[in-house]
């Protein structure tokens, strides 16, 4: 079936590091991909976006990279801070199911001081 | 600016009892609308979707039932709670042809 998972359940890093969140989706005809941050006992927030047809999308501290060949999805924070502290979620959008987002299992990121 | 909002934020609930949780847009219309829940230290289940009043689509099996009597109201209702439904539900909402969705706070239900 179509699914989207994380390689790592959780990250734990050093304040001032750069943190990689991975992810893999096995569904070739999503048109695009997501980064959700959700913070304890929050509702999820929107980081970035990346179309299909990219292979990198920048934001301020965040880089999200796209390699369609192994299907495998990406995000780079930069600098990470304590703030960052949360689960990271990556979702892919169904091209075929435009009302449906394909969810991950998330990633809980911990930044040490 | 466009809101949602979702109360209550928590709620205790004996088994067998009903649910009834309310979900509300502003800012916008015709909004997709989505109930989600998370177990805890999951990842998100989608539950029901919506793409207009009276319109949802169910995808689970389950004990719960979802309405959307009016443009920017979604509600999850049920009529007897089980223990499996503990969880943290979340709404959002979303436009058609747009990647990001908007949560609400969510709502943590426990059933006892």
């Known amino acids: 079936g179509e699914s989207v998972g994380l390689h790592l359940p959780t990250l734990s890093v050093q304040e001032g590091d750069n943190s990689i969140i991975n992810c893999a989706y096995s569904n070739s005809a999503s048109d695009y991909f997501i980064w959700y941050k959700q913070e304890s006992g929050k509702g999820p927030q929107f980081i970035i976006d990346?179309?299909?047809n990219m292979d990198k999308r920048q934001g301020q501290r965040v880089t999200v990279l796209l390699n369609k060949t192994v299907k495998h999805l990406s995000l780079q924070i930069a600098a990470t801070q304590p703030g960052d502290s949360a689960v990271y979620f990556c979702a892919e959008n169904n091209a075929g199911n435009n009302r449906k987002l394909i969810w991950g299992l998330g990633t809980s990121l911990a930044v040490n001081p | 600016s466009q809101t949602i909002h979702q109360w209550p934020a928590t709620l205790v609930q004996p088994v067998g009892s009903p649910l009834s949780l309310e979900c509300t847009v502003e800012g916008t219309s015709n909004p997709n609308l989505y109930w989600y829940r998370q177990a805890a230290g999951r990842g998100l289940q989608l539950l029901f979707y919506s793409v207009g009043i009276g319109q949802i689509s169910s995808e689970v099996p389950q004990n719960l039932s979802a309405s959307r009597p009016q443009d920017r109201q979604f509600i999850l209702s049920s009529k007897k709670l089980l223990l499996s439904d503990s969880g943290f539900y979340l709404c959002a909402w979303r436009r058609t042809g747009n990647t990001e969705a908007f949560f609400g706070q969510g709502t943590r239900l426990t059933v006892v």
């Open positions: 990346i179309r299909s």
